[in-house]
């Protein structure tokens, strides 16, 4: 009885200091900050309802410890073991039941779309129209359940909110906690915060312009007419060739995906980059599940929706190149890469929305770069 009480009176009070967040931090109107929360709140119930058994369910059912009784374990600090101790602490230490541990990994989500519409608001979106972005129903749905998602959705917007405040220091901090969450991606991002920073130290344009060109061409040439497109493989998995061997490592990686009942099929660079930022298209002409095809129309409608409110938005902003060169380099990092690995319905629907935001800034930016350009 205890145990129900406490947990009942959590929920208001973790309710009550997100309100007093908004208040005292990202300043939103007070009713479009709830309705947005309560937007949020009931996607994640309906996607914890609608998928009762799942990987987000092992978080908060199996908490791993990640070390024996006198014996120090890194894994209790990497990728899952470090989300499982995160339920644990919640669970065992704080005393909180299934419901608030949802909750909890829910709101870190939340906050990670306040930050991401605040970021576009700082970089010069209108807030009346930005308000809209709060809506945008798969963000909301494929983020805010148990798992690596949503803290690193949230820990990537972060980042960015002292990015763009030039706070270089402090924003290395979230990177490297989604380093520690997803190496590949914290790898990514970190990478692109170094060759940015490098270039404006030296001034090194036309290097690293070179640099870039000569890569995607050795890239694209290497990998052109193997493999669906893509890979490279290689009959001799022992190869010296230190390239041969990743490529062959990723064709394996890739083909896994292949016995999946939300599998598609891979196919070059760029269709392979379409279908992970918006839908497999085949999957909308052949699959036979209504579900799949109502996400991929939603997916349609939110793309016209986000062009649409870009469109509208007439605010002149001051455009800060180091903003530009960090997402062309995070961007073309990412969706050279990622992409090409994952050819999964299911994975895909969910970790697109570590990267998306990212595509949207940069988006709005080119647009107001260009309307400068032809004004000029």
Known sequence: MLSITYNYLFIFFIIYLTLKTNKYFFNFDDLMFILSLFFHLSLTIIYVKLFKVGD???????????????????????SSALTRNFSFFLNKLLFLNAFNEILIFSLFSFFGIILFVKNLIKLGFEKKIAYFLLFIPSFHFWTGIPGKDCLILFFLSYFFHLYIDKKFFLSLMPIFVVLLLRPHIGAIFLLSVAITEFILIRGLYKR??????????????LTLKRTKGFFLTTENINSDNFFLQITNQLWIMANKYTLSSSAYEAGNLLSNIFSYVLFPIEFLFKSNSQFINILIIIEIFTLIFIIFLFIKNSKIIRIDKRLIYFLSICLLLYLFSIPQVFFNYGIN??????????LIYYSFLLKNLFVKINKI
Not at 56 to 78: C, D, H, K, M, R
Not at 209 to 221: E, P, R
Not at 349 to 358: A, D, G, H, N, S
């Open 349 to 358: 629907v969910r970790q697109k929305w570590m990267i998306l935001p990212f």
């Open 208 to 221: 690293l312009t070179i640099f870039l060109f000569s890569g995607m061409c050795l890239y694209l040439l």
């Open 56 to 78: 987000w369910a092992s978080y908060i059912q199996v908490p791993y410890i990640g070390f024996n009784l006198g014996e120090f374990s890194t894994a209790l600090f990497f």
